[in-house]
């Protein structure tokens, strides 16, 4: 028997989003059929700001419904795709007559559905798409992929874009903006044990006692080299240092740091993993200007953490400064 705290394994998703409901009544609604999740009081004149996904990466995106970020979220069974028809309800619900934009990470039915639900309502609203590819673990040259996977930027392209939305940005810019936190940011993950399939009880991958997976993936996906665990601080030496080089960093520049747990890590360990970020961009001469710390785009039960980085402007600071209120993030 799978050791997951469930009933049958058919109705996790639905019985999970019933008392995320009831556990915060004053931030949201969660509609059955076909099945999303909207700001409990709607707002008008703005902008709608919608995103979605596969189950079991909570409190992606369910958690970030609220002020100053998501009007609307689709979730998916657990690793899959919502339906189009899904996301084409929850559009419909939350555009006041300003456009939607929608977040949306880079994997193939994610693409797909959301795609074909801004194609059914292509007569009658503006949808515009923000595609976010920042896992450095799948970026490859010319091997006609699909290239890299959206992982914890979507966090940052969020929230910046939900505080445009806020604050009265037109579609377009409020588009455009997401688009540049994409292309400032970059994600690299490792893992220790895979996470558990609900179904089956089964990890998606073993590895042997002291081995780790380097690069890996929210999906269970395995990574792009397995490892022998080795101290901390190498460890996010070595993820650390390709993230400056894939952004581009420079001495004096100002970055977001997300130290992210993929489900089953620590806050000790997580805290352990921000000192070492700190130091290692210290002494590069880049300044960690916001940080955020702890389990947002998580991987069921993987013991694993990932790392964000992303390149900061004033603009960019100003609207991740403010304010937000959502499930699973406050200030």
Not at 282 to 310: F, H, N
Request: charged share 25%.
């Amino acid at each position: 028997m799978s050791r997951f705290f469930m009933n049958e394994r058919e109705t996790l998703v639905e019985q999970a989003l019933e008392g995320f409901a009831e556990s915060h009544s004053g931030l949201v609604d969660v509609h059955p059929d076909p099945l999303f999740v909207t700001r409990r009081t709607p707002t008008t004149g703005k902008v709608a700001l919608l995103s979605g996904g596969g189950s079991g990466h909570e409190p992606l995106h369910t958690g970030f419904v609220g002020q100053g970020m998501l009007d609307a979220a689709v979730p998916g069974d657990v690793f899959t795709s919502p339906t189009a028809l899904q996301v084409r309800a929850a559009i419909q619900a939350v555009d006041s007559g300003e456009g939607t934009v929608m977040v949306v990470k880079n994997y193939t039915g994610d693409v797909l559905n959301f795609s074909i639900a801004a194609e059914l309502l292509a007569d009658t609203h503006r949808v515009e798409q923000v595609l976010v590819d920042d896992d450095l673990a799948t970026e490859r040259e010319d091997d006609g992929g699909p290239g890299r996977r959206g992982t914890a930027a979507v966090v940052a392209v969020e929230k910046i874009c939900g505080a445009a939305a806020e604050a009265g940005v037109p579609i377009a810019q409020v588009r455009d903006l997401g688009r540049r936190v994409v292309a400032r940011s970059a994600t690299l993950g490792v893992s220790f044990e895979a996470c558990t399939n609900p179904e089956t009880g089964r990890r998606s991958f073993e590895l042997e006692p002291g081995e780790m997976e380097f690069g890996v993936g929210i999906h269970g996906e395995r990574g792009i080299q397995t490892r022998v665990i080795g101290k901390a601080d190498d460890l996010v030496e070595s993820l650390v240092s390709r993230l400056v080089e894939a952004v581009g960093l420079r001495r004096s520049d100002s970055v977001l740091a997300i130290v992210n747990g993929l489900g089953a890590t620590h806050g000790l360990e997580l805290a352990v993993a921000a000192r070492q970020t700190r130091r290692v961009l210290d002494g590069q001469g880049i300044d960690i200007t916001r940080s955020l710390v702890g389990p947002y785009v998580t991987s069921l039960d993987m013991k694993g953490l990932s790392i964000t980085l992303t390149a900061l402007t004033d603009d960019l600071v100003k609207f991740w400064d403010a304010p937000v209120r959502t499930p699973a993030l406050v200030w």
